[in-house]
Nanobody
């Protein structure tokens, strides 16, 4: 079983910054791509940023230029640094991981997601 545990959410003022972390634990061979997604109240979940094992990244336009995704493969952890936050960034942020559990057996795992609230 593979689990993702996120941390770092909370209340932040407009213009502030926040760093989210997501650590994978359990039994697996390797983690390929990892990503951060968000779902605002009444809206569909959307991709925020993704990162491959080798470090290639992609960002959604909504937070592009205001966030940075990184990972530590040794710690099986992915991070999301968000800056210049706006009230419209308020959402539940969840991470995902494409995990190889056994040779040629792949599983997509999701975390519960911390709530990020941007408000004064």
């Amino acid at each position: 079983q593979v689990q993702l545990v996120e941390s770092g959410g909370g209340l932040v003022q407009p213009g502030g910054s926040l760093r989210l972390s997501c650590a994978a634990s359990g039994s697996f061979l390797t983690i390929n791509s990892m990503g951060w997604h968000r779902q605002a109240p009444g809206k569909q979940r959307e991709l925020v940023a993704g990162i491959k094992r080798g470090g290639d990244t992609n960002y959604a336009d909504s937070l592009k230029g205001r966030c940075n995704i990184s990972r530590d493969n040794a710690k099986n952890t992915v991070y999301l640094q968000m800056n210049s936050l706006k009230p419209k960034d308020t959402a539940v942020y969840s991470c995902s991981a494409a995990v190889e559990t056994l040779p040629n057996r792949h599983l997509e795992v999701w975390g519960q997601g911390p709530l990020v609230t941007v408000s004064s």
